[in-house]
């Protein structure tokens, strides 16, 4: 039979589920939850929530205490759809195409409809980082790029230049993100000190925690985990009120996971969500530069496979893929996508099941839009589990032996 409850209600379940609690147990750990001045009684609220599992009405008021519940954001547990166009954002608001706006550069001076079509143009590659072809991308965000650069040659005002400055900065972190995809670490690593000169340079507080949020991206996939927390440290003091901060906060999380403290790990994957809580859902969840409350359960799963927390990990691993995956089967996000199944095949290994985990992890590194170093970091925690448990078995090492491959491609 088909499951008609609402995507909230079956997640009520599944949560609860992979923590072992009955529904008496999730109550108590609500009401833990709950404000002093709100009363309620046990037994009544054990009511409601049969009623919310079965999808009849929705929590509503008690919202962010279920999601702080299940150690999530409010966000994530019930998110808001809304997702928006890019290119037709470009004709709505300014009229122009790509041709007008080129046109209208090569004039000898820039007007406020022109500068409102590049920003937009920059909000749409940003939302196309998730599954646009690198090398394309690449392409089009260097030529934009260089396009926004020499605009400072023309008769601009003070604030037209210092937008000038910002664009060019947010443009040089996608540049650079896709430089690392792409495995070109040392263009990456130059684009994204020009992006933080420049997020310095325009006064852009999310331009310079993103900076610093990729080098400690980088330092995540070398194995630097110190290095990870200390890059947090600085993108935190540099935009700590930015949805960049809770991305950064995510990256301390998972170098602790790594280096095996599970308690520094839950507290920086809550700071992290306490600061998601703080703010307005975001306008345009797609916009790589955008933390969207949805990703912090991505963040959550790779923590958590790596603290061994595989029941949590593997729900996790559900609900990334379902979060991301359109009804027609269009994958949104294939790289979260991707590493969610290199989760799930982790977890089936540590549970004896090879074939499982073998398939998830083939179906994890076919994908054709990939970040090679992070796919290649969490394919890693899969093919130690091979190596350690299924050295005997052919096909495991030959999908080892296909690991090693994408650690170090020629």
């Keep these: 039979m088909v499951d008609e409850r609402p995507d909230w209600a079956r997640r009520m379940v599944e949560e609860r589920a992979a923590r072992d609690w009955s529904q008496l147990d999730a109550v108590r750990a609500l009401m833990a939850r709950l404000p002093a001045d709100q009363e309620v009684g046990e037994q009544d609220l054990l009511r409601q929530w049969k009623r919310w599992e079965a999808g009849e009405n929705q929590p509503k008021k008690y919202q962010p205490y279920i999601a702080a519940t299940f150690s999530t954001t409010t966000g994530a ?43 937009i143009t920059a909000d749409r590659l940003c939302c196309e980082y998730a599954y646009m072809p690198a090398d394309q991308l690449l392409i089009e965000g260097r030529a934009w790029l260089a396009r926004v650069v020499g605009l400072q040659h023309q008769r601009v005002s003070l604030a037209q230049h210092r937008e000038l400055i910002a664009l060019a900065g947010k443009l040089s972190l996608l540049v650079g993100c896709v430089e ?70 995510a990256q301390q999380a998972k170098a602790w996971a790594r280096l095996g403290d599970r308690q520094q790990t839950e507290v920086a994957l809550d700071k992290g969500r306490l600061l998601l809580e703080t703010l307005p859902y975001p306008e345009n969840i797609e916009n790589h530069f955008v933390v969207d409350p949805a990703k912090f359960d991505f963040y959550r799963m790779d923590a958590y496979r790596r603290v061994g927390e595989d029941r949590l990990a593997e729900q996790l691993a559900n609900e990334v893929i379902r979060a991301n995956t359109d009804f027609d089967g269009t994958e949104r996000a294939p790289m979260r996508i991707a590493e969610a199944r290199v989760t799930l095949g982790v977890v089936a290994a540590r549970e004896g099941d090879l074939d499982t985990a073998l398939t998830y992890g083939e179906r994890a590194l076919r994908g054709d839009r990939q970040s090679l170093p992070s796919l290649a970091m969490v394919s890693a925690d899969l093919g130690q589990v091979l190596h350690s448990r299924y050295s005997h078995a052919p096909e495991a090492v030959e999908f080892i032996a296909h690991l090693r491959e994408l650690r170090n491609p020629r």
């Design 180 to 249: 690392y995809d792409s495995g070109r670490p040392r263009d990456a690593e130059a684009t994204r000190q020009a992006a933080l000169m420049l997020g310095t340079e325009a006064g852009e507080l999310s331009v310079q925690g993103w900076a610093h949020e990729m080098r400690a991206w980088f330092a995540l996939t070398r194995g630097d985990y110190r290095g990870v927390i200390a890059a947090a440290e600085a993108g935190i003091a540099a935009a700590p009120n930015e949805s960049v901060a809770a991305q950064l906060y």
């Design 77 to 119: 547990f019930f998110p808001e759809r809304s997702r928006r166009d890019g290119r037709a954002e470009i004709l709505q608001v300014s009229g122009m195409d790509t041709v007008d706006i080129i046109a209208r550069l090569r004039a000898s001076d820039v007007d406020a409809a022109t500068l409102d079509a590049l920003r």
